[in-house]
């Protein structure tokens, strides 16, 4: 039971160094430092890095229960990001710089500006581009708020930057990305959905808990059906034992994941009602997250459109096979 | 509750079967156009299921001393996909493999398992389930059909409704009152496996919207039942119907309604020059949404596999699937009638046309999302 000992490990440094208290005030502008050299001491960061690497030489199912816990505490900075970058910078024959690194897989806009989850809070940014990876200094980049109260961010580097520490990899970056958020969006609506619950079995209306009334009952059922639709897709994503996930089982968790945050925060919003949209209240700090990490890295209609690909390619004769084939577990 | 569904695997001696399940079904059904094949698990023919039985096929999880196969759940599961995934006419036998024998080997008497689940396994005696009435749909604890002990026997009056095949079948296993009122809810109902040939049975068949007479109702007039009609113990027929439920509604059949369907799309989209991001978007959503669905009927058969009752697990799966295979035609239809200047192959207007009429039905068979809703939300504690 080594990734239950991981976990509880994960558990209860994120429960006592990470709480929401602690996310606010990083959202707000506040120091990092306490925090990350926490998690850099704990040495998660190094799950997904050989063992001769120096790293744990853990595979991904192993690793799974501790990104969705990053996603469940709405952990403010890249743990789940650092770790995957290690791995490919090893991978790569690179030596990974201390300190969180940030994904980036998409082109800048027509602004100049490149979207960088957790952006704000990162040391380094691992960038595709141009058919590499580049491993980029944050504090090199001009940087601005992708939204307020956010640690992702929105960045631009002058050219001189870029290009620096530039490698080969044929990793497929923005799948793995997509993947891992979706594994995080699992633990972020598995935690919008533990308080919505909760919430419905202590507010009362009309005399009794809100939870006894068939309509917030089914709300809560749909949600609990997408929530567990969500976590499967992220599970599939992160069966195996290897260090780095297959696109198209990330496109499959990215897509169902980023489908089901709609319907998961919706229903949270709507159980919570006023309260809900409070600052004071949790809830925003998960479903915040819900919003941002279904739009980064791709929305389902970009992966699906991926599978959708893949699908009219592929050999099969029929769908069931397609699934079987190339998305099942075994 | 999502703790339960973990993330398992087909046993390889299981998934090792498939390829000669295939090859055997594809052979069967190769002269079948898909807007017959549709009709997949409510297509009776009994020839077929015969066919199946004589390889082992049917019973594959009842005991192998009384006839069965022995295996396990996920034996059955790829068998199923298999069967479903092409559309192959399986309702004859379908009820009887897939809940009544399991019901009779759990619940029955020696002398009830030695009657019926070697006949089951050579596909000679069909099943049907009486669960629903006129007056008692949903709500089925309220169920007026009676037997009354009268000596050695049971008297049984009453009338059933939706029996789907009930005029194929030979025998109903029916949820009935055995004491008290309708007023006394789950507490008296006992279960019966009725012979639909004895006198004071009328078994009328009922046409669907589709032209096809699948479900029917069932009149019992003092049909005189001897006491090895009993199933199970007399007053816990709710608790029995609970169970067996779980096998009903935890099968791949309730992602796979629409399937074949996609056989015609399929071919469709490929023969598109250039489809467009939009297009392959939505296909691609069925495709991602049909791994999901399997995954998660996969966790439900893991835990039928590992002997536990995963009943509220198999509502959530069977909600989401039936809301999947609901899905299919609309979203299809959407895709193919987007150009009426480029109208669609003959034979996937045929399949999409019955899908569609039909699709309403998928969340009502087994219990509609009401129903299913209020055991989710049972297991999560909040009523």
Not at chain 1, 151 to 177: C, G, K
Not at chain 1, 192 to 214: D, H, M, P
Not at chain 2, 170 to 193: C, P, W
Request: net charge negative; with cysteine.
């Amino acid at each position: 039971m080594q990734d239950n000992l991981l976990l509880d490990a994960l558990e209860s440094l994120l429960k006592d160094k990470a709480a929401p208290a602690v996310v606010r005030a990083i959202e707000g502008g506040g120091s990092t430092a306490a925090l990350w050299s926490a998690l850099e001491e704990s040495g998660f960061c190094d799950t997904l890095v050989a063992e001769a690497e120096g790293g744990a030489g853990l595979g991904l199912a192993d690793a799974f229960p501790l990104i969705e816990a990053c996603g469940r505490h709405a952990l403010p900075l890249p743990l789940a990001q650092t770790m995957v970058a290690r791995a490919l910078l090893t991978r790569a024959g690179e030596r990974p710089p201390a300190g969180a690194i940030a994904l980036a897989s998409a082109p800048a806009n027509a602004q100049g500006d490149i979207a960088v989850p957790y952006g704000s809070v990162a040391n380094w940014v691992l960038l595709a581009r141009e058919g590499a990876l580049e491993l980029l200094d944050a504090r090199a980049a001009a940087i601005a708020s992708a939204d307020d109260h956010s640690v992702d961010a929105l960045m631009t580097w002058p050219a001189r930057a870029l290009a620096q520490r530039r490698f080969a990899s044929d990793a497929d970056l923005r799948a793995i990305e997509a993947g891992f958020l979706a594994a995080q969006l699992a633990g972020a609506m598995r935690q919008v959905f533990a308080l919505t619950l909760q919430y419905a079995n202590e507010r009362k209306q009309f005399g009794r808990s809100i939870g006894k009334f068939q309509a917030i009952q089914h709300q809560l059922s749909v949600m609990a059906e997408h929530t567990a639709a969500a976590h499967m897709a992220a599970r599939m994503a992160f069966a195996s034992e290897a260090q780095l996930p297959q696109p198209l089982a990330c496109a499959v968790a990215k897509a169902r994941a980023s489908e089901a945050t709609a319907i998961v925060a919706a229903g949270a919003h709507a159980i919570h009602a006023a309260i809900g949209i409070t600052a004071e209240y949790d809830l925003q700090l998960y479903t915040r997250r819900l919003y941002a990490w279904r739009a980064a890295a791709g929305s389902e209609s970009y992966w699906n459109a991926r599978i959708g690909r893949a699908l009219l390619a592929s050999g099969a004769s029929n769908a069931v096979d397609f699934v079987r084939q190339e998305l099942a577990t075994t | 509750m999502l703790d339960n569904l973990q993330l398992a695997a087909i046993p390889k001696e299981e998934e090792s079967m498939r390829a000669e399940y295939r090859a055997f079904i594809a052979n069967e059904v190769r002269d079948l156009p898909p807007h017959v094949r549709a009709r997949s698990w409510a297509a009776f023919d009994a020839e077929f299921s015969r066919k199946l039985a004589a390889r082992g096929w049917v019973g594959l999880t009842l005991p192998r001393e009384l006839g069965g196969g022995g295996r396990s759940a996920f034996a059955r599961f790829v068998l199923s996909e298999e069967l479903l995934a092409v559309g192959a006419p399986v309702a004859a036998h379908w009820i009887a493999d897939r809940q009544s024998g399991p019901l009779i080997c759990k619940y029955g008497t020696e002398e009830q398992k030695q009657f019926y689940i070697p006949r089951i396994c050579k596909a000679e005696a069909f099943f049907c389930i009486g669960m629903s009435e006129p007056g008692s749909g949903s709500d089925l604890a309220s169920v007026r059909t009676r037997a009354t002990p009268e000596g050695s026997l049971w008297r049984l009056n009453g009338q059933k409704i939706w029996t789907t095949h009930a005029h194929h079948s030979h025998y109903m296993i029916a949820l009935v009152r055995t004491s008290g009122t309708a007023e006394d809810r789950n507490k008296g109902l006992s279960q019966f496996i009725i012979d639909l040939s004895l006198p004071g049975v009328t078994v009328r068949p009922i046409v669907d919207l589709a032209g096809d007479a699948h479900f029917c109702e069932v009149f019992f007039d003092n049909v005189a039942l001897d006491e090895n009609a009993l199933i199970g113990t007399e007053g816990s027929g709710w608790e029995q119907v609970t169970a067996e439920l779980a096998y009903e509604r935890s099968g791949p059949e309730r992602i796979y309604s629409s399937i074949v369907l996609l056989e015609p799309w399929l071919q469709w989209l490929k023969s598109l020059p250039n489809p467009s991001a939009a297009l392959l978007a939505q296909a691609g959503a069925i495709a991602s949404h049909l791994a999901v669905l399997r995954q998660m009927s996969i966790a439900v058969t893991a835990r039928l596999a590992a002997g536990l009752s995963p009943v509220v697990e198999a509502a959530l799966v069977k909600d989401l699937g039936t809301e999947y295979e609901q899905q299919l035609p609309r979203l299809i239809a959407d895709t193919v009638y987007a150009d009426p200047d480029t109208p669609p192959p003959s034979e996937l207007v045929r399949t999409l046309s019955y899908i569609t009429k039909v699709a309403p039905a998928f969340s009502l068979r087994g219990g509609t999302r009401e129903v299913l809703r209020g055991m989710i939300a049972r297991g999560l504690g909040l009523r």
